[in-house]
């Protein structure tokens, strides 16, 4: 990994690329982000720098992340996350991580929490048709149905498509296309849609599979 940054997802628009052609994009408000910790082989066992990224009140911190941000003599941020580079030597802690990092063209992984959608069932969760709703089909015609042999194997796979949490996890969608850095404004367009609700944080960084 080259490069990375914390950012907020801001919302989905569409731009015009030279010829004419529409491009959708999700907008992000990526940094500025501040070099909280620099970790280094001799200490921690390997190489990375530890990003802080959104503004929170002293109050709303607990005392071993204060002590954290007052020995990087660093302001107090909301999210702090790990990026792991090939080459930390040119990143010193207290220095400003911006959007112009990446430029237009770049191929990233973007990862955030999805969205959550409490207890679910299995046609919300996994897709399945329902039942037909006439001739006697009842009050079941949302119900997983058949799951399985009874006499053998006498039990449900591992795996099986059943009702139960759904969103709500960390999700990375890899190989999107920046199409837009603006720097001044902080803002960066990716081309396609990324995880999580509007605001919500996202990690952006260099794509592990190019495709």
Do not use: W
């Not at 679910?120 to 009842?138: C, V």
């Amino acid at each position: 990994m080259q490069k990375g940054i914390i950012g907020k997802k801001i919302g989905m628009t569409q731009i015009f690329d030279e010829a004419g052609k529409v491009i959708p994009v999700t907008v992000v408000e990526a940094g500025p982000c501040v070099v909280v910790q620099k970790k280094t082989v001799e200490n921690d066992g390997y190489e990375a720098v530890q990003l802080g990224y959104g503004d929170i009140r002293a109050k709303r911190v607990n005392k071993p992340l204060q002590g954290h941000f007052k020995k990087a003599d660093v302001a107090m941020k909301r999210t702090l996350k790990e990026f792991r580079l090939a080459d930390t030597s040119a990143l010193n802690v207290g220095d400003i991580v911006k959007a112009d990092t990446f430029a237009a063209g770049d191929i990233v992984d973007v990862s955030g929490t999805s969205k959550g959608h409490g207890f679910s069932g299995t046609i919300k969760r996994h897709n399945n048709s329902r039942l037909k709703e006439t001739h006697g089909t009842g009050p079941v015609h949302r119900h997983a149905g058949s799951m399985g042999a009874c006499s053998s194997p006498s039990r449900i796979f591992k795996g099986k498509g059943m009702p139960g949490q759904y969103g709500n996890v960390k999700v990375t969608v890899q190989n999107l296309e920046i199409v837009k850095v603006d720097a001044e404004n902080n803002l960066i367009a990716i081309k396609g849609a990324i995880p999580g609700p509007k605001n919500g944080t996202v990690t952006i960084c260099d794509c592990v599979k190019k495709a």
